[in-house]
């Protein structure tokens, strides 16, 4: 294929750079080539419908938050063929993110460590990128707004965060993820606990009724989680979910865990480690969650999917759909069409 073809010759020039230079270079020539219609090299996945929180996915494999933090290269990540594409983290107020260096890739364990601290220009900067998308404007697709809080915010006040960002992205959204489980924001998994889960969630969805009713359209909520918690952790989780009505939950964000990785070069790094490592651990959460939800609501597999068996075996887990970030690092845009390929199958 050809672009699978242009992604293992330009592969070994951008793994010389550093991780999020080689970002900051391929995320703007993706926009320019789909401005000027020169994208005729991704073939996108054969149709392939499913219905999930009431919304119509073109294809069961989404992109995962993270690899647009705000919303500035829909369009060109629209040309690969996503089922959905997931934009964010953004927080209120626009932050630097963490110092850098704050990426690293692992390539001998086919991951990737980061520490961004949820960089981005803001949430008004944001909107005003969805509202300006061919994708949005056009309605090509599915859309979901991943929101957080600002590290500057106590924990003791993230829901006015998240209620703040909630009301600017709920009139573009097909659907609303509510980021608690980055382990660069500090303290920011706290809200993971119990009460602390127990109290966002009632807000949130008390807000998203309201915003229902003066939008005349129901968007739904997700939760993102960690996959470092324990079995108690997610029963509790899962009731929360159950109890307040959330549309779904989206399992998991990076790991903590260097059993992998620890042994390579940038291995110990401080930050959240994706890709091949967390694909085990983020399997163990979803079947677990499967176990307490049942088919009440819908789960959103992701991490450390390279290959379409890998999709596989997140729905066999218990997912309905998957989501793709650090194997595109690994395996290039073709990985799309694989994924999909072998739901399909």
Known sequence: MPDKILYTLARPLLFTLPAETAHNLTLPALRNAASRGMTGAF????????????????????????????????DGLAALGFGSIEIGTVTPRPQAGNPKPRMFRIPAAQGIINRMGFNNGGIDKFVANVKASRFYQERQGVLGLNIGKNADTPIERAAEDYLHCLRKVYPYASYVTVNISSPNTKNLRQLQGASELDALLSTLKAEQTRLADEYGRYVPLTLKIAPDIDGEQIKDIAAALLRHKIDGVIATNTTLNRRDVERHRHGRETGGVSGAPVFDLSNIVIRALKKELGDALPIIGVGGILSGANAQEKMAAGAQLVQLYSGLIYRGPSLVRECAAALKA
């Not at 999930?52 to 989404?62: A, C, H």
Request: cysteine-free; overall charge positive; proline content about 16%.
């Open 43 to 74: 073939k996108k996945p054969a149709p392939d419908p499913r219905v999930v929180m009431g919304i119509t996915f073109p294809n069961p494999v989404g992109l995962a938050a993270g690899l647009d933090k705000d919303g500035a290269y829909i």
